[in-house]
């Protein structure tokens, strides 16, 4: 969905800045990370922003699972972990995410965990592409402990 030219040349420094920027503005900005480890190896992440939107609540901005890790539940875990923590610190509101119209793979995945895409965008990937989001949204995180 991005170009090779990205993913091979740009993508790793690009995404270091980010992530630096995020760390140094955290005060700002709050996130958290939640960790997925197996045998002291990341298998997976997912990084969330609190109150980020006044209709849609926290934003998971990143729910990643390493390749060979994929279809092992890592990423429905994130997804419980993740409401756990915005429960646990009472959070209001609910949970959304951006996610690219063509994956249909993570389509799948975010609908059969109970969430509804509510909204279509288009916007700019990093390497200069046009390509649509979806939103897709969880009115509460208490239905990801299901």
């Not at 890790?69 to 915005?86: D, P, S, V, Y």
């Not at 793979?105 to 279509?120: L, M, P, Q």
Request: proline letters at 5%; charged letters at 25%; glycine letters at 6%.
């Amino acid at each position: 969905m991005l170009s090779d030219d990205y993913l091979d040349y740009r993508a790793h420094a690009e995404r270091a800045a980010l992530w630096q920027a995020r760390f140094v503005e955290k005060d700002k900005n709050p996130f958290f990370v939640i960790l997925a480890e197996i045998e002291n190896h990341l298998a997976g992440f997912a990084c969330t922003f609190p109150n980020e939107h006044p209709t849609y609540g926290s934003f998971l901005d990143n729910l990643h699972v390493t390749p060979n890790h994929i279809g092992q539940g890592i990423g429905r875990q994130l997804l419980r972990e993740t409401a756990r923590r915005l429960l646990t610190d009472r959070v209001n509101g609910g949970l959304y995410l951006w996610v690219i119209e063509q994956n249909a793979r993570a389509r799948r995945f975010y609908a059969k965990a109970g969430a509804a895409e509510v909204e279509r965008a288009q916007l700019t990937m990093a390497d200069g592409s046009p390509i649509f989001e979806l939103r897709c949204h969880w009115p509460t995180p208490v239905t990801l402990l299901d």
